[in-house]
């Protein structure tokens, strides 16, 4: 069977953590982009990575590269991934995979359109533990979900200029943090919610510095989502039943959750490996582009960009380069 070829564009440390971990069947870390030979050529030889190229678009105009992740500010993401898909390049966008939901709309759209894979590196959707859990909740045997509690937060360095703070950036906790929250909170909601309050404070420079988030949906489950860039925080998931609730500490690449029964006693349940994350990423976008199937978790991307559409609004939140 032939292996995929992969590319990378924007090579900055999320760029460094893919290439460093890349270890898939059926897949090859060809190709790597930047904007500058030097650095291309610097990041290929150092990961062993055959092609380097100094700009987006030559590496996009390789006709080897079947699949291109793209690791460049979430500023850029949207028009990267129309361009890769109109070179016919199936696509992994790291988060936020768009600004906003219309530029997710047309992605969509464009990669149905030329029969192309499109997926968000949204790895909570991705590890087996998940797919455990999920399994779990929908079984009957903890009765129906009623409350979901996520947490997310961390002290940020008072920057301005840099990519936490910058608006020019698309900075703000919402796009960075806030994803993973609201992914996990989708994840396992019943249905889309469509009850959405908040409450948000600025950061000098106009972007999101922290938020409370109420979400419900039309089963009454509510979750509950706290986000900040200014104070530490667990990245604390509890997803609570009739009979019983989940504990996911660490919750972005978890490999271990606590259950908890009426009587108090706790079951460890455990899937998968947490050094391994992004590669369940690589190796589901590659098993769906050979078996010519499509990403099922970008249903729940669209539910997400759609509700953060929503928080910004209210909070009075836009980027001009939108």
Same mark, same amino acid.
């Given at each position: 069977?032939?292996?995929?070829?992969?590319?990378?564009?924007?090579?900055?440390?999320?760029?460094?953590?893919?290439?460093?971990?890349?270890?898939?069947?059926?897949?090859?870390?060809?190709?790597?982009?930047?904007?500058?030979?030097?650095?291309?050529?610097?990041?290929?030889?150092?990961?062993?990575?055959?092609?380097?190229?100094?700009?987006?678009?030559?590496? #996009? !105009?390789?006709? *080897?590269?079947?699949?291109?992740? %793209?690791?460049?500010?979430?500023?850029?993401?949207?028009? /990267?991934?129309? @361009?890769?898909?109109?070179?016919?390049?199936?696509?992994?966008?790291?988060?936020?995979?768009?600004?906003?939901?219309?530029?997710?709309?047309?992605?969509?759209?464009?990669?149905?359109?030329?029969?192309?894979?499109?997926?968000?590196?949204m790895v909570i959707y991705h590890m087996p533990l998940y797919r455990k859990l999920k399994e779990i909740s929908q079984n009957g045997s903890l009765g129906k979900l009623k409350m979901i509690q996520v947490s997310?937060?961390?002290?940020?360095?008072?920057?301005?200029?840099?990519?936490?703070?910058?608006?020019? #950036? !698309?900075?703000? *906790?919402?796009?960075?943090?806030? %994803?993973?929250?609201?992914?996990?909170?989708?994840?396992? /909601?019943?249905? @889309?919610?469509?009850?959405?309050?908040?409450?948000?404070?600025?950061?000098?420079?106009?972007?999101?510095?922290?938020?409370?988030?109420?979400?419900?949906?039309?089963?009454?489950?509510?979750?509950?989502?706290?986000?900040?860039?200014?104070?530490?925080?667990?990245?604390?998931?509890?997803?609570?039943?009739?009979?019983?609730?989940?504990?996911?500490?660490?919750?972005?690449?978890?490999?271990?959750?606590?259950?908890?029964?009426?009587?108090?006693?706790?079951?460890?349940?455990?899937?998968?490996?947490?050094?391994?994350?992004?590669?369940?990423?690589?190796?589901?976008?590659?098993?769906?582009?050979?078996?010519?199937?499509?990403?099922?978790? /970008?249903?729940?991307?669209?539910?997400?960009?759609?509700?953060?559409?929503?928080?910004?609004?209210?909070?009075?939140?836009?980027?001009?380069?939108?």
């Amino acid at each position: 069977m032939k292996k995929l070829n992969w590319g990378i564009l924007g090579l900055g440390q999320i760029a460094n953590e893919f290439a460093e971990v890349f270890d898939v069947e059926n897949a090859v870390l060809y190709a790597a982009g930047s904007r500058n030979d030097e650095k291309a050529a610097e990041f290929a030889g150092k990961y062993g990575i055959e092609k380097s190229y100094g700009s987006y678009d030559a590496l #996009l !105009a390789d006709p *080897a590269i079947d699949v291109v992740y %793209i690791a460049t500010p979430h500023s850029h993401h949207a028009d /990267l991934i129309i @361009q890769s898909l109109e070179q016919g390049k199936h696509v992994l966008s790291e988060k936020a995979i768009t600004m906003n939901n219309d530029q997710l709309t047309q992605a969509m759209t464009l990669a149905k359109e030329k029969k192309l894979v499109l997926a968000e590196a949204m790895v909570i959707y991705h590890m087996p533990l998940y797919r455990k859990l999920k399994e779990i909740s929908q079984n009957g045997s903890l009765g129906k979900l009623k409350m979901i509690q996520v947490s997310f937060g961390s002290l940020k360095e008072e920057n301005p200029t840099n990519r936490f703070f910058n608006k020019d #950036l !698309a900075g703000g *906790a919402l796009l960075d943090i806030g %994803i993973y929250a609201l992914s996990f909170a989708r994840f396992f /909601l019943t249905s @889309q919610p469509h009850e959405v309050l908040t409450t948000m404070n600025f950061y000098e420079t106009g972007v999101d510095e922290q938020s409370g988030i109420l979400l419900k949906n039309d089963q009454n489950e509510i979750a509950s989502i706290s986000l900040t860039f200014r104070a530490k925080m667990p990245k604390l998931g509890i997803v609570a039943f009739e009979n019983g609730f989940i504990t996911v500490n660490d919750f972005p690449r978890a490999d271990k959750a606590t259950l908890t029964k009426p009587d108090g006693s706790v079951e460890i349940i455990e899937a998968g490996d947490t050094n391994q994350a992004m590669n369940y990423e690589i190796a589901d976008i590659t098993n769906m582009i050979i078996s010519d199937s499509s990403d099922a978790s /970008l249903a729940l991307t669209h539910d997400v960009m759609e509700i953060m559409d929503t928080l910004r609004k209210d909070w009075g939140l836009h980027y001009d380069f939108e």
